[in-house]
């Protein structure tokens, strides 16, 4: 307990942790919003597949030129402007449905844009955070993120259901765009020199010197990547999880409406209970610890979360499909924090915003191409069959991940180790 109290009294590192906790907040309620308003407008599990591959393709395509941008320039400045400019951009969603002009692609262009600049937040996220905290620090650090980032997961899904049955979504997305501008004036409360450490940001130069280093950059992110066999292999395992979990996101809402017969409230409260799950899952993971291979972790954590999509094709009953949420939540969570905590180890400071830039776009893929895959499945198999798919698909994966050899280590030591 007291290493956490030391933590939450690291100014940096809390002011850090805040604004990820009001973004993951905003992102929750915004996210059963808008998949609620898509599909009550279009009827269309497609849509939703539509809107969302728009939004999580758009920061792998950003993802290249942003860790060149956050490991060369004043990151406080492009973490502080980029928030901003997304809630300016979300906000034109609700405005557009008032004057009546809403069209689906306009959603999408809007989301699309969105989620070109959120790749900022994300790479930045996992890049910045080992700047707060000493080595030791980091499994305990990135656990404490997860944590506090379900509180928002908690609130964000219950509120976004409730808000958006009661007010309607583009009312609702507005939270959202209130939840960008706190980030902002968070991330201002946290010294310039905090998020840059060793690195010397570059100024004043010439618009080809800058179009030549970002080349540089995202050569040697893929460079290096290609020179440690784990970290590819983590990237796959990643692609994969995302690509067999990704049609569940589009299958939720229309689950909700045809199978369970109920209303956005029903899709907040599922949300919100898997948050619950995930906060228990992160605080019994870092008391139980890891003293067993990351090959084994991963994998079972894969399996176990399989089970629970697969789980959703038996039951018609609400309170079950909450039971298996909270316990997808539990098994869920423990992905999030040894998976960011080993690539952290393993890349140096001044390489990890390239690095996890290409890494993102490796590991991101999966989630666009499962969605829209899933929205089509659906269309065909129905909603059932295509969540009960994407279990098994997943159970598959991690059984691989338990018995490949990359991954059978306990601890990361020298980067010699891990060369191809």
Known sequence: MDAYIKLVKNHDYRNFLLAAT????????????????????????????????????????????????????????????????????????????????????????????????????????????????????????????????????????????????????????????????????????????????????????????????????????????????????????TFFFNFTYAPLEPMLPVYVDLILNENADTLGIMWSVFAVGSFIGAIAWVRLGRNFPYSFALGTIIILWGLVPLSFAFTTNSYVVYTLMFIGGIVFSPYNIVAPTLKQKLVPNRLRGRVFGVYGLIAGLGFPIGVYLGGLLAEYIGVTLTIMTGGILTILLGAVVTMHPSLRFKEVGSLDYFIK
């Open 22 to 237: 009001v973004l993951n907040l905003g992102r929750k309620l915004s996210w059963v919003a808008l998949g609620w308003f898509v599909y009550q407008v279009t009827g269309s599990a497609l849509s939703i597949g539509i809107v969302i591959s728009a939004a999580t393709i758009a920061p792998l395509v950003s993802s290249i030129f942003v860790g060149g941008i956050l490991d060369e320039y004043d990151r406080r400045f492009v973490m502080v402007a980029e928030n901003a400019v997304r809630g300016i951009l979300l906000s034109l969603i609700p405005f557009l449905y008032w004057f009546d002009i809403l069209t689906l692609w306009m959603i999408v262009v809007v989301v699309f844009l969105n989620g070109l600049l959120s790749s900022f937040t994300t790479i930045g996220t996992s890049s910045i955070l080992p700047e707060f905290l000493e080595s030791n620090e980091l499994e305990r650090g990135n656990a404490l993120f997860t944590m506090t980032g379900q509180v928002g997961s908690l609130i964000g899904p219950a509120l976004g259901g409730f808000s958006t049955a009661l007010f309607g979504a583009p009312l609702t997305l507005l939270i959202n765009v209130l939840c960008f501008f706190s980030a902002s004036l968070l991330y201002i409360r946290i010294p310039r020199s905090a998020y840059q450490g060793e690195i010397q940001r570059k100024t004043n130069d010439k618009l080809a010197d800058k179009v030549s280093r970002f080349k540089k950059d995202t050569v040697e992110g893929f460079a290096f990547i290609k020179h440690y066999n784990v970290l590819i292999m983590i990237a796959l395992v």
